[in-house]
């Protein structure tokens, strides 16, 4: 009895044993190895068939209805009553912007992001008038919509692009390119701008990331022309150094000062805004 008794614990300590080394065994096994997960990505287009918020300010569903009639002096841009030029990614970016009234008078040429679709390419025809026009073919990647950028100098606000949704976030990446209009300046020069085709002349874009407390979180450069090159296609410019951001402003800086500040007309139009979620 007393051999049986001592056979019988044997067995289930032995297969308590064995079931622990399974056990073991299983949780060392070599897992497979699995690429590290990169963000998803959300883009601001501008494009009609990515339009998710609601009635814009020109009492439509559509990013194509913010393009005003006219480059220069159209009711959105240059409004004859206190209304500011405004639009917002909803249900996608978030990313959102509001003339900055940069004069206090509720124009475009105070600085503003403006939606457009205007097509210049003969350079030597970029001016004030045509400055929603840009020199390529299309918005980025053969889009239709892209948004023009002015950086008014002296103003008192920048322009700028936030998360109305005050969800900080990282903006990844955009595409610019010069406007017609400021190519024209940067190759020929103009009544007001030198030609930047000289050593150590340039133009270039700076882009300042603030928190949610208004805190600086860093600024990015992007070169738009240098010792006489310049950008004339869509180029990537890299916004992830920022980190997470509630708001990006934006000025167009350069080496063409007077006593009023740049010389050199402030635009460039961006496109396919990719923030991080």
Known sequence: MKTKRFMLATAIVACGCAMTLTSCEKDNAIQPYQEPQEPALRVLTFEDKDYKADVNIAGEKSW???IDEAQYGGP?????????YNWNDANNTFLAHELPNGWGDFQF???GMAVSNYIE???VKGTYMTQLSIPVASGHNGSSNFCVVFSASGAAILPSLYFYDGVERVIDHMYVVPTTYLLNSEMNGDGFAQALTAEGTGCWIVAT???ANGEETGTARFDLAKDGKFVTDWTKFDLSSLGK?????????GTDKGMWGLNTPGYFALDDVAVRF
């Open 121 to 123: 390419q003969d350079v």
């Open 76 to 84: 959105l841009l240059y409004p004859e009553d206190e209304t500011l």
């Open 245 to 253: 951001v509630a708001k990006v402003t934006f000025q167009v800086d």
């Open 64 to 66: 194509s209805s913010l």
């Open 109 to 111: 040429w105070g600085s």
């Open 209 to 211: 990331g603030f928190d």
